[in-house]
């Protein structure tokens, strides 16, 4: 997977955020706020699981696809900087927690 297509879209994302068009899905979910985005994110993942629960390779690209974008909308809307999610997966790469945050207790 290629990062610069989702740093490309994550950029766009912001512009909607900072510039907001008519008639934008992104603009009109930014507006409703946090509650509303993080109820997409939850009703996406609910969708990803139930694709790949019927293992179609379709579906499950599909909303793996859109679970990813409102993800970036959210990283967006709260003004998380592009680069954070990329340095985190490989930071998590290289101390070796197979992609896992380590909690301290």
Known sequence: MSWHFIDELY???EE???KPING??????MSE???AILDKILEECLELIEAAYRYSERDTVSEASDLIYHVLVLAAFMKIQSSKIPEELIRRRLLGHGGRSVQSE
Do not use: F, V
């Open 11 to 13: 950029r766009i994302i």
């Open 16 to 18: 909607r955020r900072d």
């Open 24 to 29: 934008s899905y992104t603009c009109k979910l």
């Open 33 to 35: 706020g946090l509650e």
